[in-house]
């Protein structure tokens, strides 16, 4: 049975006060029509057309804090454990937690294995086709000798989704059907099914699945979509049918110790762009509190590990930021209107076209200065960079210093809830 999500009136919002991808000029929208709220599994808190013009925001359009939603928190082993790895890492290792580099679906090449080992990169994320089951499990060891730093080991992320999105599908790993088919299954047979594909990834030595696909498709545009639409990743064309393919999907992940990350936040169903390949990519449609977002608040409700946030921007929400830099969208949105508390991380910012002119540095800092965790990068080489540029930021500047100590400690949470961390 699908649980329903409450909706929460504008009038109680505005009394507390409170996005594979024209130049705007009205203001971001700072108040919903109507939000979303969530108390379902979270993470604790932690103390183009034209080209839009990337304006860098460091203070967040929302000031007012939302108020916490009920959340189990850890033990307090548990969490003396991820404050004994904080004091641990140096600036420049809490850091690198903080990129997620990518590596060859097959094993790291020669360079890859230099910038993972050097950095010590918090995660890495596998690009290209991928080999067999047995030869994966063999080439994640690998990454994890790499990288492990003080008892923390990487995250190892996939694009496992199904259909033409599935980067692991040699022998020993299922076929996995389109999100446009896995959508007409019921959810008892969708959640089993995921299980299954999550105990090979598993198996394979892989713990994050970058599924599922949230994002609505309205059937009228899903020929013009050349994100999700043209490449069957949808669930459905209404939140309803997307939602209840999103919770089913992410139910029979976690059943199988497999996290995951919902995505593309708020959504890239009505773009026409990839932003892969394209660049200036906007919607000039999606507002705060749309009910696109449901799919989102069903993720988050059945245990979603991340929330990804897409590089589109929203004309009707912030018209002055790409999603991926908007404090609106991630701590007003996000983490406001959804209540997330848990990790936050990237559409990818590496290889993308969409922020192609936007330093690599500037990727990494303005996401975590908006309020994001994970940086996705699929270049490599552009891995010490970024580092580099988080490092310096925090140096100079203590509030973001503390930001980026937030946002270590809820990818040490993350991974500590998967086995990742160890503390003696």
């Not at 404090?327 to 290889?351: E, F, K």
């Amino acid at each position: 049975m699908r649980r329903p999500v409450t909706l929460i009136a504008l009038t109680a919002l505005a009394a507390t006060g409170c996005g594979d991808s024209g130049s705007p000029t009205a203001g971001p929208s700072t108040a919903p029509s109507s939000s979303i709220s969530v108390t379902g599994p979270s993470s604790p808190a932690a103390t183009p057309t034209d080209t839009p013009t990337d304006t860098p925001t460091d203070t967040p359009s929302d000031t007012a804090t939302p108020a916490e939603p009920p959340t189990s928190k850890p033990p307090s082993s548990a969490a003396g454990c991820v404050d004994q790895k904080l004091q641990a890492l140096t600036l420049r290792e809490k850091a690198a937690q903080l990129i997620m580099t990518g590596i060859n679906s097959t094993g790291m090449t020669s360079a890859q294995r230099a910038v993972v080992r050097q950095e010590k990169s918090g995660s890495v994320f596998l690009i290209g086709a991928g080999g067999s089951l047995s030869h994966t499990r063999t080439a994640m060891a690998a990454v994890n000798t790499a990288a492990t730093v003080k008892g923390v080991r990487p995250l190892i992320a996939a694009d496992q989704e199904g259909g033409q999105i599935q980067r692991l599908k040699g022998s020993g790993f299922d076929r996995i059907p389109a999100a446009t088919v896995q959508g007409t299954w019921s959810s008892s047979k969708l959640t089993a099914q995921a299980e299954h594909w999550g105990s090979q990834l598993k198996e394979a030595g892989i713990n994050v699945d970058l599924a599922p696909v949230a994002d609505v498709v309205p059937s009228s545009l899903k020929s013009q979509n050349a994100p999700i639409g043209q490449l069957d990743r949808e669930y459905g064309d209404t939140p309803e049918e997307a939602g209840q393919g999103v919770e089913a999907f992410v139910q029979g992940m976690r059943n199988a110790g497999i996290a995951t990350s919902v995505k593309h936040f708020p959504g890239l169903g009505r773009v026409r762009g990839n932003t892969d390949f394209s660049s200036g990519v906007v919607d000039n449609v999606t507002v705060r509190g749309d009910a696109g977002l449901q799919p989102f608040a069903d993720g988050i409700k059945a245990g979603t590990s991340m929330v990804m946030i897409s590089t589109v921007t929203y004309t009707k929400i912030d018209p002055k930021n790409r999603a991926v830099f908007s404090p609106t969208v991630i701590q007003g949105m996000v983490r406001g209107d959804l209540g997330w508390r848990g990790v936050v991380i990237t559409d990818d910012v590496g290889a993308a076209a969409e922020v192609a002119a936007v330093p690599a540095g500037d990727r990494a800092t303005r996401f975590v200065a908006a309020g994001g965790d994970i940086v996705i990068n699929a270049k490599a080489g552009l891995t010490g960079e970024m580092v580099s540029a988080l490092v310096a930021k925090a140096e100079q500047d203590e509030s973001f210093a503390a930001q980026l100590t937030s946002s270590v400690r809820r990818v040490l949470i993350l991974k500590q809830d998967h086995g990742l961390v160890s503390c003696g």
